[in-house]
């Protein structure tokens, strides 16, 4: 594996343990940013290893995807297109309050068990 997929991807790797610390901490929101992370910068290990080149500065999620080369069916756009969401989201403090109502335990644990499979799924196209 190219090293700077290794590094996209260990990066990758922190950033879903980090939703893990949270989601036990009961920072659900930030559960939800964190798998953001984690699928963001896998794809963007696979958008150098497709391309050849460093992936742009984004974190548009569909983007990546189209960067890679990778096919998802509606269900997967759906799930990244709702993590996009909670990124962009996150960063803005008067959307804070707001989605933090809208995030619980259950929603956090489903978001993080879905993102592991995800990210399982990404890395099979990793060579």
């Given at each position: 594996m190219e090293p700077d997929v290794k590094n996209w991807l260990d990066i990758a790797e922190y950033d879903i343990t980090t939703a893990d610390a949270m989601y036990k901490s009961g920072r659900y929101l930030y559960v939800l940013f964190m798998c953001q992370q984690a699928v963001e910068?896998?794809?963007?290990?696979?958008?150098?290893?497709?391309?050849?080149?460093?992936?742009?500065?984004t974190?548009?999620?569909?983007?990546?995807?189209?960067?890679?080369?990778?096919?998802?069916?509606?269900?997967?756009?759906e799930f990244l297109?709702?993590?996009?969401?909670?990124?962009i989201a996150t960063r803005y403090p008067e959307d804070?309050?707001?989605?933090?109502?809208?995030?619980?335990?259950?929603?956090?644990?489903?978001?993080?068990?879905?993102?592991?499979?995800?990210l399982a799924w990404l890395r099979q196209k990793l060579k």
């Open positions: 910068k896998t794809l963007k290990g696979l958008v150098v290893q497709e391309t050849g080149t460093l992936p742009p500065k974190h548009d999620l569909e983007r990546l995807v189209l960067l890679s080369g990778i096919v998802l069916d509606d269900k997967q756009i297109n709702v993590l996009t969401d909670y990124y804070i309050a707001e989605l933090s109502k809208d995030v619980d335990k259950n929603k956090a644990h489903t978001y993080l068990k879905e993102t592991e499979g995800f």
